[in-house]
């Protein structure tokens, strides 16, 4: 192809991938082993090894040195020193071409290959390859020594889309990082050098975030602290091993020590390290990192030998022996058995170790078959998952795991073989997790943060086996390892229960129905399962090789409207395939450090949209008459963009985003990650865009992310897949206020919207949609508040047709049968809608946002309230909406707004209406807010709640809180009324009291009663009322507290009419001597003995009916007994003040009822008396004897009746004994 340069490298097969590094390989230097020279596999060196094997980013090692630096041409000499004013060299001296080649074949070959290819090597050749196998950049060292990433570009986040940057930082005396070299599609346009002075912050370009490097616990920043101190000594590097020895200073808890360090390194990649620390952990330890920072920063200081097997050939016989010998000397103690064990061998003609050529050597790299990868401990990362897993997301688990998954994403986005490598181990401990087998066996869902775990695994796999430049043996054996993993039972579901239910990954934007029946017979969708469909995909479409190889790709204008949709009318090419799909394949480039082919795939893919919404629009246009006849639409979009697990338009904002950032100078300043300042975006025209079009990434960006967020989609099956939906949608709409509206944004913003409103059954906020679409109020919420400053109309047009919420609606008659099977599995889904709480309240947002912004406008702001009428359904939610008004219209520091007032105060009422028939537990709070917000208002209003009380309020609410409230002297005063208003309210008032107490008159009586004091015929008609409904439905507590009232008022008679009254309706035990109303009956009858004799006598009939407790009745008799009868003093009665006899009427009936009552009662108490109730048992009989000597016969009475207890209850015996002894 034209274009093909940088695409076709990055397509182009890849050498053959490694094994695994052995620390030791068989050289036959001086053994008498023939060696033949090795074919030229992959060219020479410094050819195109641009797309190395997994992990082969090292392969990709710069040809030439950094600009101004010029290392020494012979010898094992340092590299080029750096200092704090820079270059100490000479600028401009190129590098000398030994040292180019050197440092490419140190990249990419190992060394057993250039051993093979010449038969002698010259040693200053061996010694520059040596020199230059070492590690040259500290980003790959600060890598594997934290869990902290890098940042953009360099920065890498948990989630779809989000990784570290590509191409790592340039070491002293090489223009690149290990991670990209200069000739990569992915190379950065500068690298820097990683030699600093001391004291400065470490890695400015690399990118190491500023919250790691003032973090002093991380390893890598203590590696820095102790390479600073002085603490590395006695470094030596022997071939491809380096050695020295590590100081941490003493400490308060710990005194000095020395540690051993060794590393083995191979083709710029440590591939073993050995502390005498004792090191634990997944990453490096601060002794491993301060040796390589060391080995990078100060090369000149560390003496450099070639392989120990090349030094021992240059010896002869004696020189060796004596080596030997005193090798063994010095370690006696260690290595003599094994010595003579090898000696033994040797000479003896059949051993083993005399049938393979040459011997082992440690210091000589590895060999042409060993996998050429970084030092991973396999076993501590999956020590490590495992206890971050068995803490359940408490302790900070969950955020760990998130920090490895991001770690997986900085190694993909370097090249690192071990970013799959590591992503497999912690797979395989999240599916030995013994909670799957338990959340199985019980039925029950995994927790949400576990779940969001398992996400990201799925998506990280995705993106794994979508990795551009891995070989199809890798391939293979990631499909074999996720159909493994996938077909265990306890492998979770990609969607809950539902998870077969969605579109397969590699199917195309359009399926045939064909397609669709099928779909329902495919097998369970595991969070495998997409990954697994991705090692369908390649990379190997001419034409997508040409999209992402060039940004000037073109079509010639006779190709443009080809039947294969290639291109667009403006030639510029399209990428045709399943969205999700298509933006996964961006992902992948991203996380594999291709950042400028992403970009390109994501305008082909934005373009490709593009076309799609215009022909949608031009298919509804034709449909519109006949929609809008129907009320009803179908859903088109199979499978929401929004919650998706690929997280498909994330990607493509990160993308376009990522190209426009610009970076703050000082960001390594920053002493806390949380002080983070919000990035900074710049336009960056499209390269492939007419200029006069002013599209820019940015501009892309936002329409690409306002076309999926505006994608009418069906509401997702699942509690999980449905808060997800909202998770992600909240998530992107917090990047888009990120962005800086300017001009073309704003631009960009309304001709979107504009086409949204007017995209019939495609767009959410199309003018009719299906009744389970999901709603769109977050996202109108946002498009509102962007809008209004711009274009209000448009704003308003957007939010109020937003307000939505079919599935709360009434079923539309004709619902039309759509081509997606699961929206039509049920008829009515609305029970499955989890989060419809969480919907309303979304909806209620957007409805206080368009009141707040509508204040003052009387005609926007009834448009409104008529949308909150028609489409808000919840009486809280509209309560508080009221509440949110009334705030607004009515600050502290200045006037109220009348015409927010005005809508409150209608919401209000609204809701009253809503909650008259209902249980509703704020009730009260909104009846006494109503009447608040009324008298805000002005005295109609309240005068309108009084006359319409009855669809407003129960006869008690209105009663004791509306009329009560309005007619208080607060009320009054605040509305500052005259008296005409006043005697207004106090009318509707009375009116009102007078229709609640025929109503209601057990709730509403006493109420009444107290509104009407003032009108003397409204008062006698309350009091009516109140003696109309005594005898039918009222209670003895009602009519004895009204009776109480009226005593209070000054009207004794109808008091006690109203406790006589009261008296019919009480019914006291015998042992009920603890009753609430006992009290009542004793202020009665002291009511009717003030009264006078006539009334006394009146209500005794009544008490001894009524009352059967001993203890009380004898109370009123001891009571009426003690004080002369007609003590009130009632005009026109004469008070003889004579005390009353027992012996005569009325109170001889009541003598009797008591003693019969006491006679009863101690019957009553001896048939199941206890001896622990004896003692009190006899004080009641005390009690009774002084009621039974009231009488004239009464001794003789209590007398028998003591006789007939001993008689009848003589069986007990101890009770009676003390009968006996108190009463004779």
């Known amino acids: 192809?034209?274009?093909?340069?940088?695409?076709?490298?990055?397509?182009?097969?890849?050498?053959?991938?490694?094994?695994?590094?052995?620390?030791?390989?068989?050289?036959?230097?001086?053994?008498?082993?023939?060696?033949?020279?090795?074919?030229?596999?992959?060219?020479?060196?410094?050819?195109?090894?641009?797309?190395?094997?997994?992990?082969?980013?090292?392969?990709?090692?710069?040809?030439?040195?950094?600009?101004?630096?010029?290392?020494?041409?012979?010898?094992?000499?340092?590299?080029?020193?750096?200092?704090?004013?820079?270059?100490?060299?000479?600028?401009?001296?190129?590098?000398?071409?030994?040292?180019?080649?050197?440092?490419?074949?140190?990249?990419?070959?190992?060394?057993?290959?250039?051993?093979?290819?010449?038969?002698?090597?010259?040693?200053p050749v061996q010694r520059r390859i040596v020199y230059w196998s070492f590690p040259r950049s500290e980003r790959q060292i600060c890598m594997y020594s934290s869990f902290q990433p890098g940042r953009p570009g360099g920065g890498a986040a948990a989630g779809p889309g989000n990784g570290a940057s590509a191409g790592g930082t340039g070491a002293a005396g090489n223009g690149t990082g290990v991670g990209g070299a200069e000739d990569s599609p992915a190379a950065p346009a500068a690298a820097t050098g990683a030699a600093l002075p001391p004291g400065a912050p470490p890695l400015p370009a690399s990118g190491v975030p500023a919250s790691a490097a003032v973090t002093e616990g991380l390893p890598f920043r203590r590696g820095i602290r102790l390479l600073e101190t002085g603490a590395v000594d006695n470094v030596l590097q022997v071939g491809f091993h380096l050695s020295g020895t590590v100081t941490e200073p003493a400490t308060a808890a710990e005194a000095e020590m020395?540690?051993?360090?060794?590393?083995?390194?191979?083709?710029?990649?440590?591939?073993?390290?050995?502390?005498?620390?004792?090191?634990?952990?997944?990453?490096?330890?601060?002794?491993?990192?301060?040796?390589?920072?060391?080995?990078?920063?100060?090369?000149?200081?560390?003496?450099?030998?070639?392989?120990?097997?090349?030094?021992?050939?240059?010896?002869?016989?004696?020189?060796?022996?004596?080596?030997?010998?005193?090798?063994?000397?010095?370690?006696?103690t260690e290595v003599l058995p094994t010595a003579q064990k090898l000696a033994d061998e040797i000479l003896s003609?059949?051993?083993?170790?005399?049938?393979?050529?040459?011997?082992?050597?440690?210091t000589a790299g590895a060999s042409i078959d060993d996998e050429n990868c970084w030092h991973l401990d396999e076993e501590q990362v999956r020590e490590q998952v495992k206890l971050f897993l068995s803490q359940g997301g408490y302790y900070g688990s969950g955020k760990q795991l998130n920090s490895m998954f991001a770690k997986v994403r900085e190694m993909l986005r370097m090249r690192d073989s071990n970013g799959a490598r590591m992503l497999t181990l912690i797979t395989e401990q999240f599916m030995a997790d013994p909670r799957l087998a338990l959340w199985r066996q019980q039925g029950t869902g995994m927790t949400d943060k576990c779940r969001q775990l398992w996400d990201e695994l799925g998506a990280l796999w995705v993106c794994v086996v979508l990795n551009p430049h891995c070989t199809l043996e890798e391939k293979g054996c990631w499909l074999r390892q996720l159909r493994k993993w996938g077909d265990m039972d306890v492998c979770p579901l990609e969607d809950g229960n539902y998870g077969n239910e969605l579109p397969n990954i590699t199917s195309a934007l359009t399926q045939s129905?064909?397609?669709?029946?099928?779909?329902?017979?495919?097998?369970?969708?595991?969070?495998?399962?997409?990954?697994?469909?991705?090692?369908?995909?390649?990379?190997?479409?001419?034409?997508?090789?040409?999209?992402?190889?060039?940004?000037?790709?073109?079509?010639?204008?006779?190709?443009?409207?080809?039947?294969?949709?290639?291109f667009n009318s403006q030639g510029q090419p399209l990428w045709l395939e399943h969205v999700p799909t298509a933006c996964a394949r961006v992902d992948a480039l991203r996380s594999h450090g291709y950042p400028k082919e992403a970009l390109r795939l994501t305008v082909a893919i934005i373009n490709t949209l593009r076309l799609q919404q215009q022909r949608?629009?031009?298919?509804?246009?034709?449909?519109?008459?006949?929609?809008?006849?129907?009320?009803?639409?179908?859903?088109?979009?199979?499978?929401?963009?929004?919650?998706?697990?690929?997280?498909?338009?994330?990607?493509?904002?990160?993308?376009?985003?990522?190209?426009?950032?610009?970076?703050?100078?000082?960001?390594?300043?920053?002493?806390?990650?949380?002080?983070?300042?919000?990035?900074?975006?710049?336009?960056?025209?499209?390269?492939?865009?007419?200029?006069?079009?002013?599209?820019?990434?940015?501009?892309?960006?936002?329409?690409?992310?306002?076309?999926?967020?505006g994608q009418q989609r069906v509401m997702p099956e699942g509690l999980y897949a449905q808060d997800k939906v909202w998770r992600n949608e909240e998530q992107i709409i917090a990047r888009l206020q990120e962005l800086q509206l300017d001009a073309v944004l704003v631009q960009t913003l309304r001709k979107q919207c504009i086409l949204l409103l007017e995209g019939g059954p495609f767009s959410g906020l199309g003018e009719v949609i299906h009744r389970e679409s999901v709603p769109m109020h977050t996202f109108a919420k946002y498009l509102f508040s962007a809008l209004l400053p711009h274009d209000a109309d448009l704003a308003y047009k957007l939010a109020l047709r937003s307000m939505r919420l079919p599935v709360l609606e009434t079923t539309a008659s004709g619902d039309v049968t759509h081509p997606?099977?699961?929206?039509?599995?049920?008829?009515?889904?609305?029970?499955?809608?989890?989060?419809?709480?969480?919907?309303?309240?979304?909806?209620?947002?957007?409805?206080?946002?368009?009141?707040?912004?509508?204040?003052?406008?009387?005609?926007?702001?009834?448009?409104?309230?008529?949308?909150?009428?028609?489409?808000?359904?919840?009486?809280?939610?509209?309560?508080?909406?009221?509440?949110?008004?009334?705030?607004?219209?009515?600050?502290?520091?200045?006037?109220?707004?009348?015409?927010?007032?005005?809508?409150?105060?209608?919401?209000?009422?609204q809701v009253m209406r809503m909650t008259l028939s209902t249980l509703n537990w704020r009730r009260r709070e909104m009846v006494r807010w109503l009447v608040t917000c009324a008298t805000e208002v002005g005295v109609r209003a309240l005068v309108s709640i009084l006359q319409s009380w009855y669809t407003l309020f129960t006869p008690t609410e209105a009663t004791s809180i509306v009329a009560a409230t309005v007619m208080s002297h607060t009320t009054i005063l605040r509305l500052s009324l005259d008296y005409p208003q006043r005697e207004e309210l106090a009318s509707c008032a009375r009116t009102l009291a007078l229709q609640c107490a025929m109503k209601d008159p057990q709730s509403c009586a006493l109420s009444a009663l107290t509104l009407c004091e003032k009108d003397h015929i409204a008062f006698e008609t309350a009091y009516q009322i109140v003696i109309d409904a005594a005898s039918t439905g009222m209670t003895y507590s009602q009519l004895f507290t009204i009776a109480r009232y009226m005593e209070h008022r000054g009207y004794p008679l109808r008091a006690f009419k109203l406790a006589s009254l009261a008296m019919t309706h009480l019914n006291l035990a015998y042992n009920q001597d603890t009753h609430p109303a006992i009290n009542d009956v004793l202020w009665a009858c002291a009511l009717s003995h003030s009264l006078g004799k006539n009334e006394l006598a009146a209500i005794i009939p009544l008490v001894v009916k009524s009352v059967h407790c001993a203890t009380v009745l004898s109370d009123i008799l001891r009571r009426c007994t003690m004080t002369a009868p007609g003590l009130a003093g009632i005009p026109g009665r004469r008070n003889s003040g004579k005390l009353m006899s027992t012996d005569k009427a009325p109170l001889r009936q009541l003598l009797d009822a008591t003693i019969s009552a006491y006679i009863n009662t101690t019957h009553s108490r001896l048939t199941h008396i206890s001896p622990r109730h004896y003692g009190e048992f006899i004080e009641f009989l005390s009690k009774a004897r002084e009621t039974f000597l009231l009488a004239q016969d009464g001794h003789i009475q209590f007398a028998q009746f003591i006789d007939n207890l001993k008689q009848i209850y003589k069986g007990k015996k101890k009770l009676m004994l003390l009968v006996r002894e108190r009463f004779g």
Request: aromatic content about 6%; glycine content about 10%; charged content about 20%.
């Open 1 to 123: 192809m034209a274009e093909g340069g940088e695409g076709e490298e990055l397509l182009r097969p890849s050498l053959p991938a490694a094994g695994s590094p052995g620390p030791k390989r068989l050289c036959s230097r001086g053994v008498g082993a023939a060696v033949a020279a090795a074919p030229r596999a992959g060219g020479c060196p410094g050819g195109p090894v641009g797309a190395a094997g997994a992990g082969g980013g090292a392969a990709n090692a710069a040809a030439v040195g950094p600009r101004g630096c010029c290392p020494s041409s012979g010898g094992p000499g340092p590299g080029p020193v750096c200092g704090p004013a820079g270059p100490l060299l000479p600028l401009q001296q190129p590098e000398s071409l030994l040292d180019a080649a050197a440092k490419r074949v140190a990249g990419s070959w190992a060394f057993e290959r250039v051993e093979g290819r010449f038969q002698r090597i010259p040693e």
């Open 258 to 332: 020395t540690y051993k360090v060794a590393i083995s390194f191979d083709r710029c990649k440590i591939t073993s390290v050995t502390c005498g620390c004792g090191n634990k952990d997944i990453f490096y330890c601060a002794h491993v990192v301060a040796l390589s920072l060391y080995r990078i920063r100060k090369p000149d200081q560390v003496k450099l030998r070639l392989p120990i097997s090349e030094t021992l050939f240059q010896m002869n016989r004696d020189q060796l022996q004596k080596f030997v010998q005193y090798l063994i000397t010095a370690h006696h």
């Open 349 to 362: 003609s059949n051993s083993e170790i005399n049938q393979v050529h040459g011997a082992p050597d440690p």
């Open 513 to 566: 129905s064909s397609h669709r029946q099928s779909s329902l017979a495919r097998s369970r969708r595991t969070v495998f399962t997409r990954a697994i469909e991705g090692c369908d995909l390649h990379w190997q479409d001419s034409h997508l090789q040409r999209i992402i190889s060039s940004d000037f790709y073109i079509s010639p204008s006779y190709q443009r409207e080809g039947e294969g949709l290639l």
């Open 616 to 709: 949608q629009l031009e298919i509804y246009k034709h449909q519109k008459k006949e929609l809008l006849q129907r009320g009803a639409t179908t859903i088109t979009n199979l499978e929401s963009w929004v919650g998706h697990p690929l997280n498909p338009i994330g990607c493509l904002f990160l993308t376009l985003t990522e190209a426009c950032r610009v970076e703050d100078e000082n960001c390594l300043e920053i002493s806390d990650a949380g002080d983070a300042k919000p990035p900074a975006y710049q336009h960056v025209p499209v390269a492939n865009s007419c200029p006069e079009s002013g599209e820019s990434y940015l501009s892309l960006a936002l329409e690409v992310t306002l076309m999926g967020m």
């Open 820 to 909: 997606h099977h699961i929206v039509s599995v049920v008829p009515s889904r609305y029970p499955r809608w989890f989060t419809l709480g969480h919907l309303e309240s979304q909806q209620c947002e957007l409805a206080s946002t368009m009141l707040t912004a509508a204040k003052g406008d009387m005609l926007r702001l009834r448009t409104v309230l008529e949308a909150i009428q028609k489409n808000i359904h919840s009486s809280s939610l509209i309560f508080k909406l009221a509440q949110d008004a009334f705030k607004i219209a009515t600050p502290a520091d200045n006037n109220s707004d009348t015409t927010l007032l005005n809508v409150a105060l209608e919401l209000g009422l």
